[in-house]
């Protein structure tokens, strides 16, 4: 990548090794795997980005393609991950529903993709040795 700014990685796509040349073909995706076979990966990212972003779990299951029940399943597996919520929200009714991330949802969303950028790092620098060997597929 160029220089310090970076580009956010969009919904349901891979965290790209490079911007340019044989490895920008090449992407990383990324899995934090807890005991239990819980897990952090970047559609839960997604997810809750897209919460952040729309302020409803069913807007948020709207843009990423995703039922309601689907997406209200993975923000409850992530919730039980932590002691502290990570979403809140509110029930719908004359005043309409809800939903937001926490400060501690934030916090981790950020910390998610702060390991994807520096794996994605780490994992360029170790392949660039082997960018001009990379078949052209």
Partial sequence: ????????????RRKMLADEGPLSRAALRLRI???G??????????L??????TGSISSAAR?????YRRAWL?????GKLFKRPIVTTAAGGVRGGGAELTD???????AYRRIEDRAAEASRAELIAFESDLADV
């Avoid at 076979?37 to 997604?46: E, L, T, V, Y």
């Avoid at 993975?74 to 992530?78: A, G």
């Fill in 104 to 110: 501690f949802g934030r916090a981790l969303v950020t």
């Fill in 37 to 46: 076979d819980r897990q952090i990966g970047p559609g839960k990212a997604d």
């Fill in 33 to 35: 795997i807890f005991p």
């Fill in 48 to 53: 809750l980005e897209a919460i952040g972003r």
């Fill in 1 to 12: 990548m160029k220089g310090k700014q970076k580009e956010a990685v969009k919904p349901g």
């Fill in 74 to 78: 993975l923000v409850d597996e992530t």
């Fill in 63 to 67: 843009e990423l393609g995703m039922s």
